[in-house]
């Protein structure tokens, strides 16, 4: 039975793992997605490999074009989805731009949503305005659409927060995607704005790559999502990466999992 999402949040804080579907290949993608579900990882997002990621730093942009190089479609994608399924009933999400999905068809791309078992979908590029261009399709197939809230003012938080299903999605810097030294966004004021407005889980990404920073953010979050830094490991390790994100992974969710 596959998790609602919010559930994902009930034994203590998430570890949330994103990987770029077909990098360096699907069938490596499929093998390292069941080795984070082994490592402690609560949930996995897949990343739908895009020409214009415009959230996404040089790593992720890399590997986008990795996987598009290597015929990723996403088409193939539900198939490896599907042939997922047949091993883990784990909670999976979709992060894709809108230009793919719109493009596939918002009934259709849903439809297989549903079918693969994909709970929900984070559309970096879908300003919340106009989140119900899809909102309703996404729905009447058992996708939740994830919101992402930035440093903004506190009034538009409440306003996103108020209407939020699944998990927000906080990002913890302005920019892109990428792995960060140091955290500087006031966190602590956005979570509280956010908990003020629902008890939808909120868990934090962009810049995290060290268990001490994964420690810290969880200490004032219902979770940490990291993507940088386990494409990176694939970027340099390539299909060999698994052992090494199995061994990073386990140190991400054991660094918050006390808390």
């Not at 894709?96 to 929900?120: D, M, Q, T």
């Not at 792995?179 to 966004?185: A, G, P, Q, Y």
């Amino acid at each position: 039975m596959i998790k609602n999402l919010k559930n994902v949040f009930d034994h203590g804080k998430a570890f949330i793992a994103f990987i770029t579907a077909g990098d360096p290949d699907l069938e490596s993608t499929k093998e390292f997605i069941l080795t984070m579900e082994k490592a402690g990882a609560d949930l996995i997002e897949i990343g739908i490999p895009f020409s214009d990621p415009i959230a996404e730093g040089p790593v992720i942009q890399e590997a986008d074009i990795r996987a598009l190089s290597s015929g990723t479609t996403t088409d193939r994608i539900f198939d490896m989805v599907l042939e997922l399924r047949e091993k883990t009933d784990m909670p999976l999400v979709f992060m894709g731009y809108l230009n793919p999905v719109f493009h596939y068809g918002y009934e259709k791309f849903f439809a297989r949503c549903g079918k693969a078992g994909i709970s929900g979908i984070i559309i970096p590029d879908l300003p919340y305005e106009e989140k119900g261009e899809c909102l309703g399709i996404a729905r009447s197939h058992g996708v939740e659409v994830i919101s992402m809230i930035a440093p903004t003012s506190e009034e538009r938080i409440r306003t996103i927060a108020s209407e939020a299903e699944g998990f927000l999605y906080v990002v913890s810097s302005l920019g892109v995607t990428g792995v960060r030294s140091e955290i500087k966004t006031d966190l602590a004021s956005i979570l509280e704005a956010i908990r003020k407005a629902t008890d939808v889980p909120a868990a934090v990404g962009f810049g995290i790559n060290t268990p001490d920073q994964a420690k810290k953010i969880a200490a004032l979050s219902d979770g940490v999502i990291v993507g940088s830094a386990i494409v990176r490991i694939i970027a340099e390790r390539g299909r060999e990466a698994g052992p090494y994100i199995a061994e990073y992974v386990t140190s991400m969710k054991d660094a918050i999992k006390d808390l």
